[in-house]
């Protein structure tokens, strides 16, 4: 379906205008945890980092963390600011060695 499409295409296919951008999380222990350790970490970021600030996060935590993070509106994408408190909340936590938390991409599509 290459070629001109109209708003209500473009807004189906989260295209031009629609683009809705995320961004990709991970950060490695510093050292192992216990799975209840590890549980009530991951709720705090949960409930503290995501949820706090109007995100989702689909992904999980066990030898470590990683997922990929959207805006909770409807239609929107995620902002550098979340970007940048979700780095801060991860870097600020003793658990986390080393994070890393990607530019803002199609949420949708992914790469070019």
């Known amino acids: 379906m290459a070629g001109r499409r109209n708003h209500r295409q473009r807004k189906k296919l989260r295209i031009g205008e629609y683009q809705e951008l995320g961004f990709e999380v991970s950060a490695q222990f510093t050292h192992p945890l216990e799975t209840d350790q590890r549980d009530a970490l991951f709720?705090?970021?949960l409930a503290e980092c995501i949820e706090a600030n109007g995100m989702l996060f689909g992904g999980g935590m066990n030898d470590s963390l990683g997922g990929f993070i959207v805006d909770n509106s409807a239609r929107g994408s995620a902002t550098d600011d979340q970007r940048e408190h979700v780095r801060h909340w991860l870097e600020g936590r003793e658990?986390?060695?080393s994070v890393e938390?990607?530019?803002l991409r199609d949420a949708w599509y992914g790469y070019d």
């Open 43 to 45: 709720d705090a970021f």
């Open 95 to 97: 658990e986390f060695a």
């Open 101 to 103: 938390v990607a530019p």
